[in-house]
């Protein structure tokens, strides 16, 4: 018998601890490790290239742990669960392709920027378009960073809700503090080797409970969550018969690839992890570790999905759609009690911590080094470190005021944030890393274009305009993607190619001659490489079919 | 073919292989999914969460050992002809770290 609810408080099973003592104990001795390797690691910090990316001295194994834990981020816990189990299967593939981007931003450019010693993405820009790009680019990071982060903040205010039961903007700003207090003590050092561990935490968090629910849920495969449950399948079709159905059109998960494929390739938080890396060779054998890690720990988070639609199903409980959030927590407190959701609270906790920490890094990069060295402004190696500290805490404030007013799911602005990423700054990295004939004009234009049109057609910002989508789609602002990426990768080629024929702009490609050939590794022998028109105007004509599909009604 | 033209196409062809086998969980199921379960899951739920991410390593290691192996040796040899030009591979790091 289904019991509609509407709220959280009404419901017929825990939805809070009952028994703080365990919990709160687990979480602080957490922290407490947290600020105490930050504190160690802070004597390693001398400067702002210790500050920013570790010194380039992380190996394969902690960084993989580290990107896997910043790429996976609180929503691993509570964002994903709840998108799961409202638009089930076919966020599945939302997933699967932000998977993806690790690999692809190695291949693509990861190893190739590494070899320049670059910070952040927006460092390249200035090498490779100059100045003013790479302000453009600095500040599209600063905003889609900030976008990301308040995902983050939003979740773990809810985390300090469910835990001591306070008011949202008490949770939010005693978060905003822990974690800003905590990226400040040790920069990317200390963040590098908290992320490992809270990588760690966050799939024993998950992992461990799963087995203790599967189990009791009548799993015969209960002791490997992540592919143990196929035992449960026949009886959700019963329960749920659409929970395996892919749902929507081709065009939704195309448009879900260009969004969390290619978004998160131009994220300059997880690049920056493969700046960290203290060779090329180390950063490519990260993605081996990052996909062993990421694809075990998202086995297991599905396996929560699954159970948590299970559950339902099988009790006959409806959550409110603000609560799918909490799901996780909900399944950990039917089943396992307070001590065991203490410690799922505690991956929760470092899931968010570990991402939120690469998030400020990223705007600490790109104020406190990219604005500096483009304004070519005369600052001291410590006084840049304190400016990094600045924009952190600067960052931290702005990032808490924006939560106050949180949209509905915390997923929507990450979503949002994949976007821009992918229409706005995706495109100028990985084309400027594989030709000579793109420019800073082209760049600047595909940029302003690629945000702009997301800006318009998304419904979180302007309203009222869309692409022709409706529901879910529209509402998480992926169709304006289908329009934007394909737009901007136009206007980039188009503008660049023309640029090079008027003679009043002096662009030469050849002007890039050296610092292609330096950053894929090839010797200073004055030979062009990465000079042909050709890939570049396929790579234009394949995007008018993507636009011409995208304007289409959904 | 030039050691750069090489790099680039294997470039490419590996990332549109990594994104072939994420999204033929996805197309196997528009296009009509066989009726085929594994572990107990239909296949296309099985693939998105245990088969793609598999593949994908399995595709990165071939890309890893030998596409990229044989493409810096190329390289290696192209430095030595010239002569006289560093590693760019060690910049900022120590020679010899390489494990943690």
Partial sequence: MISPLQQAGEY????????????????????????????????????????????????????GSAVSATWESLATFMGVVALMVQVQIPFLAVWTNFLLSIPLIVILYGQTLRRLGSYTPATFCKDRYGNTMSVVMALLIVFVMLMYALGQFIGLAQVAEILFGWDYTLSLFVIATLVTGYVVIAGMWGVSYNSALQFWIMLTAAFIPMMFVLNQLGSSGWFFPPLGYGDLVPEMQQTNPDFFDMTFDTRWYFAMFLAMALGPI??????????????????????????????????????????????????????????????????????SGDSITGYVVAGAIAGGLSTVSGHMLAISAAVANDVIEAFELDVTEDRKTQFGYAAVIGAGLIVALLALNPPAFLVVSILWAFSISAAAITPVIVLGVWSARVNRYGAIASSIVGFATVIVLSPHALGGIGAGAEGLT???????????????????IVVSLVAERIDSLNVDPESNRNLINEMHGYPDDNVDRFTSATPLIILAVLMLPILWWGIQPW | MQTHTKEALASLVAALALIGVIHSGIWFTMFGTPDLTVLGFPFHYFWLVAGGPVAMFVLYWVYYQYITTSIMEEKEQLKT????????????????????
């Fill in chain 1, 266 to 335: 131009g994220m300059p938080h997880l690049a920056q992890r493969i700046f960290t890396s203290r060779s090329v060779e180390a950063g490519r054998k990260t993605v081996f570790w990052f996909v062993l890690v990421t694809g075990l720990m998202f086995a297991t988070i599905y396996s929560v999905a699954f159970a948590g639609v299970y559950w339902l199903g099988q009790e006959g409980f409806e959550v409110a759609e603000a609560d799918f959030d909490k799901m996780i927590f909900y399944l950990n407190f039917a089943f």
């Fill in chain 1, 474 to 492: 529209a509402d998480l602002g992926i169709d304006a993607i289908m329009i934007a990426f394909p737009l901007s990768l136009l206007t980039f």
């Fill in chain 1, 12 to 63: 017929p099973f825990q939805e809070t601890f009952n028994e703080l003592l365990i919990p709160v104990g687990i979480i602080l001795v957490m922290f407490l490790v947290f600020y105490g390797i930050s504190y160690y690691m802070k004597s390693n910090i001398q400067g702002s290239d210790d500050y920013m990316v570790a010194g380039r001295t992380i190996g394969p194994f902690v960084n």
């Fill in chain 2, 81 to 100: 002809s010239t002569s006289g030009v560093g590693a760019a591979d060690d910049i900022g790091a120590k020679a010899g770290e390489d494990d943690d």
